[in-house]
């Protein structure tokens, strides 16, 4: 069983930075991935980003490397998604997920967690 909670959430003006941390209790497993997906209102879960902790990460579309970064952090045991110039189309629930293996589907993450709200207004 992995447990994920996430932190930093809340309420942006567009043009903000935002840092979104995901505690996991899988960070020493380095066979765990880690993603973090977003969900907007009436939108399917999509996948930003992934990283297994100490290993290369991945961005599944041209526009998410641009401005969102997932890096994992020693000191605190996190895996964190810095979005950079945040955009009112960033709004939505951000949900960490960890499985196996790295993926953009979510059906191939067994554990997520209860996610953080994000909300950007222009």
């Known amino acids: 069983q992995v447990r994920l909670r996430e932190f930093g959430g809340g309420s942006a003006q567009a043009g903000d930075s935002l840092r979104l941390s995901c505690e996991t209790s899988?960070?020493?497993?380095?066979?765990?991935?880690v993603a973090w997906f977003r969900q907007a209102p009436g939108l399917e879960r999509e996948v930003v980003a992934s990283?297994?902790?100490?290993?290369?990460?991945?961005y599944f579309s041209e526009s998410n490397e641009g401005r969102f970064t997932i890096s994992a952090d020693n000191s605190k045991k996190t895996v964190d998604l810095q979005i950079l110039s945040v955009k009112p189309e960033d709004s939505g629930s951000y949900f960490c997920a960890a499985g196996p293996g790295c993926s953009w589907s979510p059906s191939d993450f067994d554990f997520w967690g209860q996610g953080t709200r994000v909300t950007v207004s222009s």
């Open positions: 990283i297994y902790p100490g290993g290369p990460a991945e």
């Open positions: 899988s960070y020493s497993d380095s066979s765990i991935c």
